[in-house]
RNA sequence: GCCCCCGUAGCUCAAGUGGAUAGAGCAUCUGCCUUCUAAGCAGAGGGUUGCAGGUUCGAGUCCUGCCGGGGGUACCA
């Protein structure tokens, strides 16, 4: 038998019985449809619709009348108590508790947890993480990395096909830099040691000499531009030409470039692995700028001849989007740029891929070159694909500052993830240590186990702060507040999971039939009532989330969700419930939570420990 | 100079397409462990949403100007 799997987003429920009813009223109802939304407070009820007062002024009638007349039109069924008019015209909604009670079974049962694939399910290039393979990851990684993953994970359960390329940076300037230090000031033992930690010396070695030259060009008063003498700046201009040679060099496959190239690329690509290895990160495609590169000559012919590009001075060739706006496709020294290459990348995944969207996630402060990227490809035939840019603000220090060392570097991601790890670990073992000497049940586990959680945990804290933050925002760094383990964490999360988990342990009770065959669910206490709803608003989370790619509404659902569990939790005795009943609806409820909770960590890429 | 983003409680952040008394956590204060893990729960105080106008039934949200912070602005990516 075929069935159609009914929406569990709850305000969609809503809004098609409002649709008829506000169809008799306006010719087109959508945007009056679209007013139906959850109210900020429970005291309201649980939904409301606020389209009366909007339609006062085109009905030219009183608001509490229209929204009488909106009532009165509405077909409730078995959905909806009937509903309230409030204040200047607000419809209170309340969902009828025999109706959320037959949800929560059909939940139970569905291994999607009541989420309908999305119809119809499209095709997602996603392009994140990117890091410099010069270099080892840092701090600056982080945000696109977790966050990219995250939407890749929230999309495909959703049904869609998500396809992940990390667009590493592999043959741009940074690594003519690293050439030209090699050339000149390796140190061959260091290099053995440690391949990627010397060629991220050079690089920066040569990054700080070149820049001094740029930013005594820039300087505009005579007492900042003398920082450097006649003899520096000479230095700084030849190691800057110098990289930019070689850069060229190797886009022209001079033999020794490219030997180096292929000698450095596996260390490089060995250490980024182990980094996603820790974070757990996979990626579909690792298609770097090397990869693009016997293409970007075709794509500047390409550009010229359907007039997207033109010659700009000096023999460059440019993409001119208004007088003071251009971009640049080819240098005056024949090297290519990174816009060229993301055209290229363009071209190539609608070629493979043919996807509906590519969303880039990379730092607001390339929000310009995406404008013109993505204004240049449409001109150059791409009008068809939503190609966005998904941008997140920067890391700071607790000072407000971009993150640093202590010695003014860039925060590495495996010292920085070691770190999170080894703060786990410490506060987990004394809090450990605490509810053992106050008399807490703490289940007793191997060093193996206890290294697990400290990983989850530590990494879990990492992703959390992150992901719970609107990636608009620049977001502080800290430690301490991430692990401090109490207010809307990973590990509160993972605790709450934690000690559901021990109710089923402790009460030996099977999961498998509260998801085989669930019991019914009772409603009648204001904490039961409140948790089945927030439990069944996973799916409009999902949506929202999904919306504007944002999974701090993932977060954010996971907040409400526990507090409202915490609520259920610290008033409603599960084993120990008055009649059997009841205790199975309350572990219907936990075991409920507990599949939500674990779910919605898991599009966010936090592990989840069964004991803590 | 021009363009973009951001200013919300002492601190870090929320607030759905304009909705009801702007919400959380931290910090401060008051309660709660002979009942399923107190990394918890219940409660209190704390706000001229940078400033000044405007739009309307209603503005943290939209518009204008100003102040403050950040970023970008053709040969880095």
Redesign the pocket.
Known sequence: MFLLRTSMNL?RVIQDRFRPALAGLVADPE?Y???V?????A???DY?A?????L??TLGKK?RDIAQDIVARLDRGDLLEPPEI???????LRLQSSWLARQLQTMAADDRLGVAPAQPPKTFVIDFS?P?VAKPMHVGHLRSTIIGDALARLLRFLGHTVVTDNHL?D????FGMILFGYKNFVHDNAFVQDPVRELSRLYVLVREISKAA?DDDEANDAESRTTLTAEGRQIAQLA?DA??KE?AKLHAADPENVRLWQLFMPHCMEEIERSYRRLDVKFDHTHG?SFYNPMLRGVVESLLEQKVAEP?????I?I?FTD?????V????G????TT?DLATIRHRMDAWHPDAILYVVD??????FKNLFAAARCWGFDQVALEHISF??V?GKD?K?IKTREGGAVELGALLDEAIER?AQ??DA??Q??RD??????DLSDAERRQ?HEA?GVGAVKYADL?????????F?FD?M???????A??MQ??Y??N???FR??NVDVARFRANPPPALLDTPHERALALQLLRLE??L??AT??Y?P??IT?YL?DL??TY???????????AETPALRDS?LLLCDLTARVIRLCLDLLGIRTVE??
């Open positions: 305000a945007p449809v679209a007013m939304k959850p109210t900020q407070d005291k309201h009820g409301q606020n389209c009366a007062m909007s006062s002024k608001p409030a204040g200047p015209g607000f419809i209170n990117s410099n940076g043959w741009g300037t940074q740029e800057a990289s930019r850069t700028e700009g001075d000096d023999g460059a440019i001119r003071k706006n251009v971009a640049l080819q240098k005056r020294d090297a290519f740029t990174y290459s607001f402060r390339q929000a310009l070159h603000g920067s700071l407000g971009p786990a506060v987990y809090n450990v605490e509810s106050r008399g807490d049940d703490v289940p959680i945990v719970s933050q609107n990636r608009a925002s620049n977001y502080v800290d507040k692990l401090a383990m109490n207010g809307n964490t590990t509160y605790y709450a934690a000690r988990r021990s109710i402790k009460g409009e989370a949506a929202r919306e504007e944002h701090s509404e954010s907040w526990s507090k915490s609520g259920f939790f610290q008033n409603c005795p599960v084993l120990k309350r004991r803590m």
